[in-house]
C-alpha cells in the first residue's frame, strides 16, 4: 500500500524542513513554497491525509488555497492544520469558517504539532471509516429492500395468476388497474401535496392495485361468471370478496414491509366503499376511506365500464367517463374526480393501446 502522505505549505524553507522531520519516518512528505504549488500537489495526489498551510506566502496565499478546497468539496476529505505567525484573531475566525481542522501559531514546537497532527489524522480516517461503513449498510439495505420487492411482485404475480384463472374478467383487468392507478396517483401527487405522496409510495400503491380482488378467489363459480345480474343474496356474498381477500392477504403479512401491506389490506378490503358512504363493507364515508383505496376504486369501476363482462358489453371511453362523472357509479371524493378528470386522455389511450396489442 502506497505511503500516507502530507502535504506542507510554507514560503520559509526552515520551517518546512522542521516539519518534515517531524513526519518524514511514518509519511511521504510534498513541500511546497506557495499557495498555487500546493494547489497543484493537491490535484496529483491522491493519498493525502494532511496539509500543514502557513497563510502569507507570495503567488497565493493560505486563504487562496483553503478557497480551492472549497470549491472542490475537499476539505471534508483532507483535514488542513494553518501554521501562522499571524496572531490577528481575524485570520484564525476566516480559517475556522472555511472548516480548518485546526489553526497553530508560530513560533511552534514540532512534539506538539505532531501529537496535533497525529489527532486529526486519526478524526478525519476514523469519520472516513464510519462513511464507508455507513455506506456498504446502505447499500445491504437497498439490496435487502429490492429482494423485498422481488418477493412481492412474486406474490402478486402469482395470486393475481390465480385470480385469472377462476374469473373471465380479470386478465388484462389487473394491468389495466396499475396502469390507471399509477396514473391517478401522479396527478394527486403533483396537484395535491396535501396527501404527502413520494414517487416510492406511488410505486408501492400501484403495485398493490393488482391485488384489489384477490378475494374473488373465495367466490363460487356460480356466482363470479353467471352471465347474468346477480339477485339480492348473490351480491351480498360477491361483497365478501373484500373481507375474504384481507384474510388471505393476513396469511403473507410476516413476508411484505408493513408500508406495502397496509396498501394491499387497504385497497383489498376498501376499493368498494364510497364517498357518500353507500360503499362496502364497512360502509365508511369521506376521508374515513383511505386514498390508496379512494384511487383504485375509481380505476376499477372506470375498467369495469370499459371491459366486456359475462353480463354485459363494453362501453364506449366518453360514454364511461360521462357515467362517472354523473355519479351514476357511486360518489367519489372531489380531489379523486378532479384526478379523473386530468386523467381522462390517459385513460382513454391506455384502453386503445391495449384493444391493438396483445399483452398476455
Excluded at 513541500?31 to 493519498?47: F, T, V
Excluded at 483535514?79 to 480548518?100: F, H, L, R
Excluded at 384481507?246 to 368498494?272: A, P
Aim: with cysteine; proline share 3%; charged share 30%.
Amino acid at each position: 500500500m502506497d505511503k500516507q502522505q502530507i502535504l506542507i505549505v510554507d514560503d520559509e524553507e526552515v520551517n518546512r524542513v522542521i516539519l518534515s522531520g517531524v513526519f518524514e519516518e511514518e509519511y511521504e512528505i510534498i513541500q511546497a513554497s506557495n499557495g498555487q504549488e500546493a494547489i497543484s500537489h493537491i490535484e496529483d495526489s491522491s493519498n493525502l491525509v494532511l496539509i500543514l498551510l502557513d497563510i502569507v506566502m507570495p503567488v497565493l496565499d493560505g486563504f487562496g488555497v483553503l478557497k480551492y478546497m472549497q470549491e472542490q468539496d475537499l476539505l471534508e476529505k483532507i483535514p488542513v492544520i494553518m501554521i501562522t505567525g499571524e496572531a490577528v484573531k481575524d485570520s484564525e475566525d476566516q480559517a475556522y469558517t472555511y472548516g480548518v481542522a485546526d489553526v497553530m501559531h508560530k513560533p511552534f514546537y514540532p512534539h506538539i504539532v505532531k501529537r496535533r497532527a497525529k489527532n486529526v489524522i486519526e478524526l478525519y480516517q476514523n469519520k472516513h471509516n464510519m462513511e464507508v461503513r455507513l455506506k456498504e449498510q446502505e447499500e445491504a439495505i437497498r439490496a435487502q429492500e429490492k429482494k423485498i420487492r422481488e418477493n412481492n411482485e412474486f406474490m402478486i404475480d402469482a395470486l393475481s395468476s390465480v385470480v385469472e384463472f377462476r374469473s373471465l374478467e380479470t386478465g388484462e383487468h389487473i394491468r389495466r388497474i396499475k396502469y390507471f392507478t399509477r396514473i391517478l396517483l401522479k396527478y394527486l401527487m403533483k396537484y395535491f401535496p396535501k396527501y404527502g405522496l413520494t414517487a416510492e409510495q406511488v410505486d408501492e400503491i400501484a403495485r398493490a392495485s393488482a391485488l384489489h380482488d384477490i378475494g374473488k378467489i373465495g367466490i363460487s363459480d356460480t356466482i363470479l361468471l353467471k352471465p347474468g345480474r346477480l339477485t339480492e343474496e348473490e351480491f351480498e356474498v360477491m361483497k365478501t370478496h373484500t373481507t375474504i381477500g384481507c384474510e388471505i392477504l393476513e396469511k403473507f403479512r410476516e413476508r411484505q414491509t408493513d408500508e406495502f401491506y397496509k396498501y394491499c389490506y387497504e385497497i383489498c378490503r376498501y376499493h368498494h366503499e364510497r364517498w357518500d358512504g353507500n360503499g362496502y363493507p364497512d360502509h365508511l364515508v369521506g376521508d374515513e376511506i383511505p386514498i390508496s383505496a379512494q384511487i383504485v376504486a375509481i380505476a376499477d369501476v372506470y375498467d369495469a365500464l370499459v371491459s366486456p363482462r359475462v353480463y354485459k358489453s363494453a362501453y364506449a371511453n366518453n360514454i364511461a367517463y360521462d357515467m362517472i362523472m354523473n355519479g351514476e357509479c357511486g360518489e367519489f371524493a372531489p380531489d379523486v374526480i378532479e384526478c379523473f378528470k386530468l386523467a381522462k386522455v390517459d385513460f382513454f389511450n391506455i384502453v386503445e393501446v391495449i384493444k391493438m396489442f396483445d399483452f398476455s
